[in-house]
């Protein structure tokens, strides 16, 4: 009876972890908005359009989660603060789900013209 106990537990444990990660792992801001606010304040001027080009740091895959997102464009060392009078943490989930939802730039040997100008090296 007790290893039933025991085994009960670990299962509803092990599902509930499991909740826990895929609930942290889909951004719970407004995609739409948030590519609002990323042309609104040109963030494209230095992460591009697709968040991996430009001068600016390359957001495409983000790998910070969106607690740490908000809190570096709080106090970022080299870009415009965006702090809470200027975007609200509402705003910041939008971001950051329009961010996590820009496609990764696709592998070098996936790239038809790259791999032209390889081959004729």
């Known amino acids: 009876m007790r ?21 942290a792992q ?17 963030c494209y001027a230095c992460h591009g359009y697709d968040g991996h080009g430009g001068a600016g740091a390359r957001l495409v895959p983000l ?8 809190s570096f464009i709080r106090s ?3 870009m415009p603060p965006y702090t809470e009078k200027v975007l609200t943490d509402a705003q910041a989930a939008d971001l950051f ?8 730039s696709p592998p070098a040997d996936q790239i038809p013209l790259l791999m032209r100008i390889m081959a004729d090296r």
């Open 26 to 42: 889909a951004p719970a801001g407004d995609v739409q908005h948030g590519k609002e606010l990323y042309l609104k304040y040109s």
């Open 97 to 104: 789900a329009y961010i996590k939802s820009l496609p990764a």
């Open 76 to 78: 970022p060392r080299r």
């Open 63 to 70: 790998a910070l989660t969106a607690t740490r997102f908000t």
């Open 3 to 23: 290893e039933q106990a025991l085994s009960l537990l670990v299962v509803v444990t092990s599902i509930a972890l499991l909740a826990l990660n895929v609930r």
